[in-house]
């Protein structure tokens, strides 16, 4: 006899192989759906109708060929009446929100500055609320990536930096403020399941990911057959917080030698201007320092390449253990010094040296839409609600 639990999770599993179906293929018949999946026809058929009234999917036409008899009817995802809200938080306060198609539009993004937990509640239920006042269509929920430390099922965001939260119930405050079901996730998870949900997920040689992020902090996700890696009480990787250098400078954590302390946006531009002894001529910001740098090539200054060569070292050691202790298809970098042909190339050399040799062929790809994967990442957090 089977479970009533057994009979949900079965039902979830068949709705979401239909679904990615439909998502892969962009416009497919139920009888294609049938094909692809193994389900039968009248299973699809239970399951079209159910996604149909949900407004997630709609009828788009008729099939375009030469085959004799009735023409199928084509199905696609909903562009048009049904939207996901993504928030992203990073740890400086930058507040960003943004309306998402379920395939993968940001329309309406905006980005604001909040100092405290108050101001940020406000702001989000504010701009909810806007949206939902105009927009002609459903909001199927709120998804949210901050920089942090957050307990996902819990809804609890366990630390962060900026605005200083500790054990703070983000979910349940929005919920006491907003109708609409709200979900949460670290911001570097996020990014990684934008990325992976709308570039890997159908690969057929791509069944497993690390998404390494550097900015202000230095982040990592991993996507395991498919899922996103999660421990038992966060999906934090903190990357950051791997300790490479015993006699380091001491990191925000606590301890010496953290990548995170070694290489952040700061820490590169301290370093910088020292060698260059930065003046108002220059006009190099602490946002501009990557690019200052990445602009450099093979025959820059001795200093310039002494600058690369050390971030590439110690990224390289950050990223080889990880590819020892998982073993994936592909490492993705988030940074801003990727444009750089020569860090570049020095990455790729000294992580070859640092793993095991059958690991060497493991490759590292760029990203260039790192906020665009936070926020499409944020929004799959409400899809994946629905399909998990």
């Given at each position: 006899m089977k479970l009533k639990g057994d009979q949900k999770l079965s039902r979830r599993i068949n709705n979401r192989l239909v679904f990615k179906a439909i998502k892969k293929n962009k416009k497919i018949s139920r009888a294609d759906i049938s094909r692809i999946t193994g389900l039968s026809k009248a299973s699809v058929t239970k399951i079209v109708n159910g996604l149909m009234k949900s407004n997630i999917i709609e009828e788009c036409g008729k099939e375009d060929n030469d085959r004799v008899g009735r023409k199928s009817i084509l199905l696609q995802l909903n562009k048009k009446d049904v939207f996901l809200i993504s928030v992203t938080i990073n740890d400086l306060g930058m507040v960003s929100i943004a309306l998402n198609s379920l395939t993968g539009e940001i329309k309406n993004k905006k980005t604001f500055k909040c100092d405290c937990d108050e101001e940020i509640l406000k702001l989000i239920e504010g701009q909810v609320n806007s949206i939902n006042k105009t927009l002609k269509?459903?909001?199927?929920?709120?998804?949210?990536?901050?920089?942090?430390?957050?307990?996902?099922?819990?809804?609890?965001?366990?630390?962060?930096?900026?605005?200083?939260?500790?054990?703070?119930?983000?979910v349940n405050k929005l919920n006491k403020r907003l109708d609409i079901p709200i979900y949460l996730e670290n911001l570097t998870a996020t990014a990684a399941i934008g990325e992976w949900w709308y570039k890997y997920e159908e690969s057929k040689n791509i069944q497993s990911l690390i998404y390494i992020q550097i900015d202000d902090s230095v982040g990592s996700a991993a996507i395991i057959n498919g899922e996103l890696f999660s421990g038992s009480k966060s999906s934090n990787m903190e990357f950051g917080h791997i300790a490479i250098k015993e006699d380091g400078k001491i990191c925000s954590c606590g301890r010496r030698g953290c990548i995170e302390s070694l290489i952040s946006k700061k820490v590169i531009y301290d370093k910088t201007d020292e060698?260059?002894?930065?003046?108002?001529?220059?006009?190099?910001?602490?946002?501009?320092?990557?690019?200052?740098?990445?602009?450099?090539?093979?025959?820059?200054?001795?200093a310039h390449k002494e600058i690369i060569n050390y971030i590439s070292y110690v990224l390289g050691r950050g990223i080889a253990d990880l590819i020892n202790l998982f073993g994936p298809d592909l490492v993705v970098l988030d940074f801003e010094l990727n444009n750089s042909k020569y860090f570049f190339e020095k990455l790729i050399n000294n992580v070859k040296d640092e793993v095991l040799p059958p690991l060497k062929n493991v490759k590292i790809q760029k990203t260039k839409q790192s906020n665009e994967n936070e926020l499409l990442g944020a929004g799959v957090l409400v899809l994946r609600s629905l399909f998990l």
């Open positions: 269509g459903e909001i199927l929920g709120l998804g949210i990536g901050i920089c942090g430390m957050v307990d996902s099922d819990k809804g609890v965001i366990l630390s962060a930096v900026n605005p200083n939260w500790s054990d703070f119930k983000i060698i260059f002894n930065f003046d108002d001529e220059d006009q190099v910001s602490i946002d501009d320092i990557y690019l200052f740098l990445a602009k450099k090539s093979y025959n820059e200054s001795t």
